[in-house]
């Protein structure tokens, strides 16, 4: 799948979560051109904060694959920015490579992990590759939408300046 195709995926999955009243977030994790997981984040449905749509599929990746070797790279599509939690998780994971729709300017972690240098101890724990503003249009479009769609609360402010970005 094109990096294109994937963000298109993780635009569908967020257009999911906001049909169930959910920041229109959303990811994939691909391997070997099969999306493995994916999902959209779940702040207002589970009333917890850690439930980042990428840390979810991620998580669902995860599991899936366990310790097993991988026949390929894992490679993750969100339509917004990962924040550092989520870039962290990505290299535990071993995510080759990252893309995404829209930058999230105060919480977006690609800053902190470009060009972060590897430990020798740690060889596989290194920044993906990172590639940024693929269908960003599209993105703003769902998080206006969202602004817009209820009742005026910290979500949907915080909605409405992505969709301003």
Known sequence: MTPDELIRAALDVAEDGLAHGEMPIGAVVELNGEIIARAHTRDTGLGRRLVHADLLAMTAADEALGWRKRPGPLRL?????PCLMCMGAAMALVVADVYYGLESPADGGT??????????ALPWYRPPA????????????????????????SFRRWARTMAAA
């Open 111 to 120: 800053a902190a992990v470009t060009g972060r240098p590897v430990d020798p």
């Open 130 to 153: 990172i590639t940024g503003g693929l269908r960003r249009d599209e993105t703003r479009d769902q998080f206006r939408r969202y602004a817009d769609a209820g009742p005026d609360n």
């Open 77 to 81: 599509a969100v339509n917004l920015e």
